[in-house]
């Protein structure tokens, strides 16, 4: 499985800044292919992501609608996702489990529509910090992970994105005892679920990553990437995250 460096621009970005993605792009022209590259960013900037990405990164956007194309003014549905250019799309973000209101039963319901029309998605989960300190990170993240992600049909690409709220945008990180046992919950628990086929499942860490603690997040067990974002806004820092990751020395962006 390759390792998956994953951006959420969230809402942030003009025309203005695609520069950055083209810089990535540049940064990673020609390099190994141990390692996966996406930007997820706003929907506005998805066509124009793509363009300057070059086909060298893969571009995703951060939501999808769980109904197809119809009278829903302000929604973007998955296949209006994959008509821009996205490859992936992030579901069941914190940020929008709690400032819309989506429930489990939401999550999976996009997840299903993103599948549809071919796109690969990633299943953000993760507890609060009352939930931890209460003893309950285990059970929150393993039921979210139950009810957001849908059985897998044959050809559909998912990841899970472990994000405990407390470490998003906070400086804060979990210790890597702590991310050890909540990915070895998750692993097991979809190990139980889809045998054999929970190897093709990435489970990813997000919060507060940057280049000077990626390293030992990406060494620690059960993790098969992260999803980044502050620091995924400008290229000279995503690019040396994604040179931690592969392993070479950091090189900013190009
Ligand atoms: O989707 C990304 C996460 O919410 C992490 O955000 P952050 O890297 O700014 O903490």
Request: glycine share 12%; charged share 20%.
């Amino acid at each position: 499985m390759r390792t998956l460096i994953a951006g959420n621009w969230k809402m942030h970005g003009l025309q203005a800044q695609i520069g950055e993605i083209a810089a990535m792009a540049r940064a990673n022209a020609g390099g190994p292919s141990d390692v996966e590259v996406l930007v997820c960013v706003p929907a506005t900037l998805i066509a124009h992501a793509v363009q300057a990405a070059d086909g060298v990164i893969q571009i995703g956007g951060e939501d999808c609608s769980a109904e197809e194309a119809g009278p829903f003014t302000g929604d973007i549905d998955a296949q209006m996702l994959r008509d821009a250019g996205a490859t992936s799309v992030i579901l069941g973000h914190s940020e929008r489990r709690q400032g819309h209101h989506e429930t489990d039963a939401t999550v999976a319901a996009k997840v299903k529509a993103a599948w549809r029309h071919g796109l690969a998605t990633i299943v953000c989960i993760g507890e609060t910090q009352a939930q931890r300190h209460d003893g309950n990170a285990l059970k929150v993240c393993g039921d979210q992970l139950a009810a957001s992600l849908p059985d897998i049909p044959a050809g559909a690409c998912t990841s899970v994105a472990y994000e405990p709220l407390w470490a998003i945008g906070s400086g804060t990180m979990p210790t890597r005892e702590q991310i050890i046992g909540v990915l070895g919950h998750l692993r097991a628990a979809l190990d139980e679920r889809f045998g054999s086929t929970s190897q093709s499942i990435r489970i990813l860490y997000g919060g507060s990553v940057k280049s000077e603690n990626a390293l030992e997040i990406l060494d620690t067990p059960d993790v098969n990437g992260v999803l980044i974002g502050g620091a995924s806004l400008l290229a000279h820092d995503f690019n040396a995250i994604v040179d931690v990751a592969r392993g070479r020395t950091p090189t900013g962006s190009v």
